[in-house]
């Protein structure tokens, strides 16, 4: 079963996969690194300081590295709802994300730019529009474990064929920071 775990960056999703890499059951791909190391993109953005990934290319290298003994592969990346049909979006309000991003040499614009798209909830419209099951799990007051506790209970759902019963608990859609960010925006 192939899960994404998806979200605006600082969401958390890589510090949540390199702790579920070392438990039993999980093959993990960090996509990120994979793009990276391999170059797997068609484009540098040197002005937003990105590379445009070649999501083609992704994802022929992410089934190439599929482990088949593996009962669960999760892909970690704000990309990976692009690939998997099943993704757990990550969330937190801009305020918590802007303090996760600063820790980061992540330049003001580049926060800003993150806040809104969270603040929008770009990627879990893309999630919802592209993949067949989408789970939210709102990081926001959690602990990494906290967190870690939720993703287990969704996939061994998964496992179970029971998943329709978290169908609530995780609900898309169910944060909206729109009001809180747009209200503190000076325009
Ligand atoms: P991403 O991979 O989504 O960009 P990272 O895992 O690199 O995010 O960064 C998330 C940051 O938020 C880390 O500094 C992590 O310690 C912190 N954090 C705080 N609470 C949580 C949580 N509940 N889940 C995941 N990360 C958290
Ligand atoms: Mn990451």
């Known amino acids: 079963m192939l899960v994404g775990i998806t979200g605006t960056p600082g969401?958390?999703?890589?510090?949540?996969?390199?702790?579920?890499?070392k438990k039993p059951g999980y093959q993990i791909i960090h996509l990120n690194?994979?793009?990276r190391e391999e170059k797997l993109y068609c484009?540098?953005?040197?002005?937003?300081?990105?590379?445009v990934a070649d999501m083609d290319l992704v994802e022929q290298r992410v089934m190439e590295k599929v482990d088949s003994s593996?009962?669960?592969?999760?892909l970690d990346s704000h990309l990976s709802h692009h690939i998997a049909d099943i993704v757990i979006v990550l969330r937190a309000s801009p305020d918590k994300l802007r303090e996760r991003l600063k820790i980061r040499n992540y330049s003001e614009n580049k926060?800003?730019?993150?806040l809104e798209a969270e603040a929008l909830d770009v990627i879990l419209f893309e999630s919802v529009e592209w993949c067949d099951k989408v789970f939210e799990i709102d990081t926001t007051n959690q602990t990494i474990?906290?967190?870690?506790?939720?993703?287990?209970?969704?996939?061994s759902a998964l496992l179970?064929?029971?998943?329709?019963?978290?169908m609530?608990?995780?609900?898309?859609g169910s944060v909206d920071w729109s009001e809180e960010f747009f209200a503190n925006m000076h325009l």
């Open 11 to 21: 969401t958390g999703k890589t510090s949540v996969t390199l702790q579920l890499e």
């Open 33 to 35: 690194e994979l793009i």
């Open 43 to 51: 484009e540098v953005d040197a002005e937003r300081d990105c590379v």
């Open 70 to 74: 593996s009962p669960v592969i999760i």
């Open 111 to 114: 926060i800003q730019e993150n």
């Open 145 to 155: 474990e906290e967190t870690i506790t939720d993703i287990e209970e969704i996939i």
């Open 160 to 166: 179970k064929g029971q998943d329709e019963e978290l």
């Open 168 to 172: 609530v608990k995780y609900k898309p």
